[in-house]
């Protein structure tokens, strides 16, 4: 396993997720407000011990290996995970994922967790581009998309948990937009 880089933004701490983070994670993460915008394949209801069988045997042993996982952290409570950011080299046909407990949505946190995630996509890892979706109707998530500058490049059928949700939208950034971006202080 190789180490992730810790992040530090105006609010927030971002480091890689530990299996010690699995009773937060299951706390905020084990919500159907939360999952039911996820894709289909996250189970619901979600299986009792699975955020730490999910930690142990996909997302530990594969850090730092073509797929990252940071946990959110807020600056003034660094015990309690409430949130991720994951990234991953093989797109399906996205690279990034994320999740934010409810109880944190409409702050602004995850607009600002993802931006030093793609900036170290882009300056050490190598992407050329980045592929986000999110369900065509999760519009938390689509602001998260337009913030960082993605521009929306389709739609398309999708199962999500919520069965209401039937389409997604696929987003992408690429490394030079990224750069003028960054370059541009926007």
């Given amino acids: 396993m190789t180490s992730l880089p810790v992040f530090e933004t105006e609010r927030l701490i971002l480091r890689a997720v530990q299996q010690s983070d699995a009773a937060a994670y299951e706390k905020h993460f084990v919500d159907y407000s939360v999952i039911g915008e996820l894709a289909a394949k996250v189970p619901w209801p979600y299986p009792k011990d699975g955020v730490a069988q999910f930690l142990q045997t996909q997302i530990i042993p594969r850090q ?11 600056k003034e409570n660094l015990a309690e995970l409430i949130g991720c950011v994951d990234l991953w080299r093989d797109g399906r046909p996205e690279n990034r994922g994320f999740w934010l407990g409810k ?10 967790a993802v931006m030093p995630v793609m900036d170290y996509a882009f300056a050490h890892l190598g992407f050329e581009r980045l592929v986000f979706s999110n369900a ?51």
């Fill in 64 to 74: 730092g290996n073509n797929r990252w996982v940071w946990g959110i952290f807020l």
């Fill in 136 to 186: 065509v109707g999760n519009i938390r998530s689509r602001r998260v998309k337009e913030k960082s500058g993605a521009r929306l490049i389709g739609t398309r059928p999708a199962k999500f948990v919520n069965p209401a949700y039937t389409e997604a939208e696929t987003w992408e950034l690429t490394k030079s937009e990224w750069q003028a971006r960054v370059r541009g202080g926007k």
């Fill in 103 to 112: 109880a944190f949505w409409g702050n602004g946190y995850m607009s600002e």
